[in-house]
């Protein structure tokens, strides 16, 4: 069970990468596109998408001002 959770998400995100590599589109747009062709609710695929790739649609939402940016503080 968990190597068939592990196995769908390693092929989702690497759908997502191929897709953004070959369309030259955001990771957001992406993700919603095939979620729209997969016909899957994009709440649903968030749990299969890898650190990286959200790590990056964090980084463009923040870029378009859909998250606030993250306020990294000295420690002194």
């Given at each position: 069970m968990v190597g068939m959770?592990?196995?769908l998400k390693?092929?989702?995100s690497r759908s997502v990468e191929l897709y953004v590599e070959k369309w030259n589109v955001s990771y957001m747009d992406a993700v919603l596109t095939l979620c729209e062709e997969y016909n899957v609710e994009p709440e649903a695929v968030v749990k299969h998408l890898s650190k990286p790739i959200m790590e990056?649609?964090?980084t463009e939402a923040q870029s378009?001002?859909?998250l606030p940016k993250s306020?990294?503080?000295l420690p002194f």
């Open positions: 959770i592990l196995d390693n092929k989702f990056k649609i964090k378009l001002n859909f306020k990294t503080k």
